[in-house]
C-alpha cells in the first residue's frame, strides 16, 4: 500500500473539523473526573484543545492578512467576530454576580469589557478571551514584521525561553507569573502563524514523514498522560505545555488523515461544531455544566448532556448576533 504525502493544505481544508474536535476536548477537560479514575490522565490532556484553537487561529489569521494586509480591515474582523459574543456572555455571567449597592463599578465594567480580573488576580472564568484578544493585538505587528524580516520566525524559541524565565526567575515569576496559563499557550499561536504560509501553499512533506508524526505524537501524548496520571500537581503546568507543542502539531495532522476518511455527515457535525466553537466555549461551562454537575450523574451523562444542552443555546447565541450586526 502507497503511503501518501502530507498535504499542508489540510489544516485549513478541515479547519472547521479541527475545531469541532477542539471544542470537544475541552468539554471533555472541564467536566470533573475522580483524580483516581484511569481515565483521569486522558481527560486531563483535552486541555490541548485550547492549543489547537490557538495554532489554528494564528493559521487562519495568516491567511487572512496575506489576503487584506490591513491593520484596520484585521482589527475589525476580529472585534466583529469575538466581542458582541463576548459582551452579551459576560454581561450576563458578571451582572448577576455584581452587588450593586457596595460594588466597584469601574471593576466590573473592565471585567466585562477584557475580563480585567485575568491580568489581575489570574481569575480563570473566562481566561481564554482576555488572552485571546491580546494575541490579536499583537498579531499584526509580529506578522508584519517577519513579513520584512523571515528571520524573526524563530521569536517563538525565545517566547518558549520566556515561559522558562517566568517560572524560575524569582522577581519575574512574582510580577507576571500569575498568568503563566498566558505565557505558556503565547508560542503555539505564533507557531501557527509560522505554519499559516506553508498551509497556503500546500508545502508537501514526503511520505515517510508520517512515520515522524506518528512517533512526535506517541511520544508526547503518552508523556502527558503519564504526566497528569500519576504526577498532577507535582510539576510546573507550564513544562507540560511546551510537549504540548509537538503534540498539538502531531494531533492536527494525524487528524487532518482522519477526517479525509471519515463519512461526509460525520464531517459536517465536527463543522458544525466547529462554526459555534467559540459559543460553545463561552456557554458550556458556566451556563449548562455547572447546573447538571450538582446531579452526579456521572462523568459520561454530563458530558453527553453538556453538549446537548450546549448546541443549540450556541446556535442561538450566533444567530442573534449576526443578525445585529452590520452585514
Given at each position: 500500500?502507497?503511503?501518501?504525502?502530507?498535504?499542508?493544505?489540510?489544516?485549513?481544508?478541515?479547519?472547521?473539523?479541527?475545531?469541532?474536535?477542539?471544542?470537544?476536548?475541552?468539554?471533555l477537560?472541564h467536566?470533573?473526573?475522580?483524580?483516581?479514575?484511569?481515565?483521569?490522565?486522558?481527560?486531563?490532556?483535552?486541555?490541548?484543545?485550547?492549543?489547537?484553537?490557538?495554532?489554528?487561529?494564528?493559521?487562519?489569521?495568516?491567511?487572512?492578512?496575506?489576503?487584506?494586509?490591513?491593520?484596520?480591515?484585521?482589527?475589525?474582523?476580529?472585534?466583529?467576530?469575538?466581542?458582541?459574543?463576548?459582551?452579551?456572555?459576560?454581561s450576563?455571567?458578571?451582572?448577576?454576580?455584581?452587588?450593586?449597592?457596595?460594588?466597584?463599578?469601574?471593576?466590573?465594567?473592565?471585567?466585562?469589557?477584557?475580563?480585567?480580573?485575568?491580568?489581575?488576580?489570574?481569575?480563570l472564568?473566562?481566561?481564554y478571551?482576555?488572552?485571546?484578544?491580546?494575541?490579536?493585538?499583537w498579531?499584526?505587528?509580529?506578522?508584519?514584521?517577519?513579513?520584512?524580516?523571515?528571520?524573526?520566525?524563530?521569536?517563538?524559541?525565545l517566547?518558549?525561553?520566556?515561559?522558562?524565565?517566568?517560572?524560575?526567575?524569582?522577581?519575574?515569576?512574582?510580577?507576571?507569573?500569575?498568568?503563566?496559563?498566558?505565557?505558556s499557550?503565547?508560542?503555539?499561536?505564533?507557531?501557527?502563524?509560522?505554519?499559516?504560509?506553508?498551509?497556503?501553499?500546500d508545502?508537501?512533506?514526503?511520505?515517510?514523514?508520517?512515520?515522524?508524526?506518528?512517533?512526535?505524537?506517541?511520544?508526547?501524548?503518552?508523556?502527558?498522560?503519564?504526566?497528569?496520571?500519576?504526577?498532577?500537581?507535582?510539576?510546573?503546568?507550564?513544562?507540560?505545555?511546551?510537549?504540548?507543542?509537538?503534540?498539538?502539531?502531531?494531533?492536527i495532522?494525524?487528524?487532518?488523515?482522519l477526517?479525509?476518511?471519515?463519512p461526509?455527515?460525520l464531517?459536517h457535525?465536527?463543522f458544525?461544531?466547529?462554526?459555534?466553537?467559540?459559543?460553545?466555549?463561552?456557554?458550556?461551562?458556566?451556563?449548562?455544566?455547572?447546573?447538571?454537575?450538582?446531579?452526579?450523574?456521572g462523568y459520561?451523562?454530563?458530558?453527553?448532556?453538556?453538549?446537548?444542552?450546549?448546541?443549540?443555546?450556541?446556535?442561538?447565541?450566533?444567530?442573534?448576533?449576526?443578525?445585529?450586526?452590520?452585514?
Amino acid at each position: 500500500m502507497r503511503i501518501r504525502e502530507i498535504e499542508l493544505a489540510d489544516v485549513s481544508r478541515y479547519r472547521g473539523e479541527l475545531m469541532g474536535a477542539a471544542i470537544l476536548f475541552i468539554i471533555l477537560f472541564h467536566v470533573p473526573l475522580a483524580r483516581n479514575d484511569m481515565f483521569f490522565g486522558l481527560r486531563r490532556c483535552g486541555n490541548i484543545g485550547v492549543d489547537m484553537f490557538l495554532f489554528l487561529s494564528g493559521v487562519g489569521l495568516w491567511y487572512s492578512w496575506v489576503k487584506h494586509p490591513s491593520v484596520k480591515y484585521f482589527y475589525r474582523r476580529r472585534l466583529l467576530r469575538i466581542f458582541p459574543t463576548w459582551l452579551v456572555i459576560s454581561s450576563l455571567f458578571y451582572l448577576q454576580r455584581f452587588n450593586f449597592e457596595t460594588g466597584d463599578y469601574v471593576d466590573l465594567f473592565l471585567d466585562i469589557t477584557v475580563n480585567w480580573g485575568f491580568w489581575l488576580n489570574d481569575e480563570l472564568t473566562f481566561w481564554y478571551m482576555p488572552a485571546i484578544m491580546m494575541l490579536y493585538l499583537w498579531a499584526p505587528l509580529y506578522m508584519m514584521l517577519i513579513q520584512k524580516h523571515p528571520v524573526f520566525r524563530w521569536l517563538p524559541v525565545l517566547m518558549v525561553c520566556w515561559c522558562c524565565i517566568v517560572q524560575w526567575v524569582v522577581p519575574i515569576h512574582q510580577a507576571v507569573g500569575h498568568i503563566e496559563i498566558f505565557w505558556s499557550r503565547v508560542p503555539i499561536f505564533f507557531i501557527g502563524i509560522n505554519a499559516g504560509e506553508l498551509v497556503r501553499k500546500d508545502t508537501r512533506i514526503e511520505p515517510a514523514g508520517r512515520w515522524l508524526v506518528l512517533i512526535t505524537f506517541l511520544m508526547t501524548a503518552t508523556t502527558c498522560i503519564w504526566l497528569e496520571q500519576m504526577r498532577h500537581g507535582r510539576f510546573p503546568l507550564f513544562a507540560e505545555r511546551m510537549i504540548y507543542i509537538p503534540l498539538t502539531i502531531s494531533l492536527i495532522l494525524l487528524l487532518d488523515d482522519l477526517f479525509r476518511k471519515m463519512p461526509k455527515w460525520l464531517n459536517h457535525a465536527f463543522f458544525f461544531l466547529g462554526g459555534v466553537s467559540l459559543e460553545i466555549y463561552l456557554i458550556h461551562n458556566h451556563f449548562v455544566m455547572q447546573y447538571l454537575i450538582p446531579y452526579r450523574l456521572g462523568y459520561w451523562p454530563t458530558v453527553l448532556l453538556t453538549i446537548v444542552l450546549t448546541l443549540p443555546l450556541a446556535w442561538l447565541l450566533q444567530q442573534i448576533i449576526k443578525r445585529l450586526l452590520p452585514s
